[in-house]
């Protein structure tokens, strides 16, 4: 395996280990590089470690280093490849003894948090074109000058008032709140800014001052943070209606660049002109089409009249047309209710003729039908066997109601039954004969 190779697995596994950690120690064996990096050595009584800290965390640091300063560095660990040394990527620094002054702003932000004092629901909107800003930070502060040159460029138009104050000390926080409640009071400036600049966690302490705070969300006046560098981090940023990472760029916040202004007004000038003369070119055809359609009265009665002289003609000739149609509509109707009128004494000699005609067609038809009946009915008294009973004739049945036909059928002693033209009689077999017949 390549040593290249070793130590690339190698930094990858101490970098997958170990996260970002927070390691005190003694700086030792101090080097300013010309490229702005800083290299140094963390050490206790019993080992070290060496340092990188590159410029572009070097220049947010506020302070400088030194041989022998007791420090805590939140770093990375990793292995330079290239030499194969073991190193730390410092990424912040803090003097030693301030572990418990960040342990303590980290639980107090937490409750105000809880409490709901930074909830966004409750930040002010900054003012889009402020009159008047007024600045609340100490008049020796490089955060001053930086805010006045930055307004001066963008914004000379408007006015500035400083409430002065100190920003660092044990009575800096009272003296900053005393400085915020004159800005309310006086109630002359439409916008503050509160900046400082950038230093060490104790340096800025007293913006992480619990009543500072609670006075920067009472503040009838929107207040811009701009505390420090852009890693520096206080309560009063939380608190604010708005936080800059830096004081420039909370005068950039606060204002807007005049030539910006110069520029919007420029174009919204540009854009209502071209609208205006847009209007005008729409309102002078409107006004061609308008004169064109535009008649002398006198001529327009002439106009008028004739309309009316031919809707007259129009009108008397419909008038004409439609009173003929309807005569001889009129006409057409007498015709048709002449044909319709009903003819009483010949419709009566049709009646009586019909009725005539029809009583004798049903006396034909009813002698008709009375010779077909007593034909029907001899034929009937021919066929009845009762007829035939009454000529001397009787019906033979036996025992099970069948009809005798052959005297061989029946047997000696057997009961029969024989059915005369006026009644029955029961009778029973001696002996039976045969008849030859011829």
Not at 49 to 59: D, E, H, I, K, S
Not at 72 to 98: C, H, I, P, S, W
Not at 267 to 294: C, K, M, P, T, V
Request: a positive charge.
């Amino acid at each position: 395996m390549p040593v290249s190779r070793l130590n690339r697995l190698v930094r990858e596994r101490l970098e997958a280990a170990f996260p970002l950690c927070w390691v005190a120690g003694e700086i030792s064996n101090l080097s300013y590089a010309a490229s702005g990096h800083v290299y140094f050595s963390l050490k206790d009584a019993e080992a070290q470690v060496r340092c990188a800290m590159f410029r572009n965390r070097a220049q947010l640091l506020g302070w400088r280093l030194a041989d022998g300063q007791r420090v805590e560095a939140r770093a990375l660990v990793t292995l330079y490849e290239a030499r194969g040394d073991f190193q730390l990527n410092v990424e912040n620094l803090r003097k030693a003894g301030l572990g418990d002054l960040y342990e303590r702003f980290l639980q107090l932000k937490d409750r105000l948090t809880r409490e709901g004092l930074f909830a966004l629901e409750h930040k002010r909107p900054l003012p889009a074109f402020p009159g008047a800003i007024g600045i609340i930070t100490s008049p020796q502060a490089a955060a001053l000058r930086d805010v006045l040159t930055t307004l001066a460029r963008r914004a000379p138009h408007v006015r500035l008032i400083l409430y002065p104050t100190p920003v660092q000390g044990e009575s800096a926080a009272a003296q900053i709140i005393d400085a915020l409640n004159q800005a309310n009071r006086r109630a002359e400036c439409d916008v503050l800014i509160l900046c400082r600049g950038g230093g060490s966690l104790e340096d800025l302490w007293a913006f992480n001052d619990e009543a500072l705070a609670r006075a920067l969300r009472n503040s009838a006046l929107p207040v811009i943070a701009g505390i420090g560098h852009e890693t520096d981090v206080t309560l009063a940023d939380f608190a604010a209606d708005q936080r800059a990472p830096t004081p420039t760029a909370a005068a950039e916040l606060a204002a807007p660049e005049r030539a910006a202004l110069h520029r919007r007004l420029d174009a919204g000038h540009a854009a209502l002109s071209r609208q205006i003369r847009h209007i005008l070119e729409l309102r002078g055809q409107q006004l061609d089409l308008l004169a064109g359609r535009l008649i002398h009265p006198a001529r327009r009665l002439a106009t008028q009249s004739e309309q009316l002289h031919t809707l007259r003609q129009r009108l008397n000739g419909a008038l004409r047309l439609q009173s003929s149609r309807q005569q001889q509509t009129l006409a057409e109707l007498a015709h048709r209710l002449r044909l319709g009128r009903p003819r009483t004494a010949e419709r009566l000699r049709q009646l009586d003729t019909l009725r005539e005609w029809l009583s004798a067609r049903w006396r034909r038809h009813l002698n008709t039908r009375q010779e077909q009946l007593s034909r029907l009915s001899d034929g009937l008294s021919h066929l009845n066997p009762h007829a035939v009973l009454a000529r001397g004739y009787s019906i033979v049945t036996d025992a099970h109601g069948r009809i005798v036909r052959d005297s061989q059928t029946l047997a000696e002693n057997e009961h029969i039954r024989i059915r005369l033209y006026k009644g029955a009689l029961n009778a029973r077999v001696e002996t039976a004969e045969q008849e030859n017949q011829k």
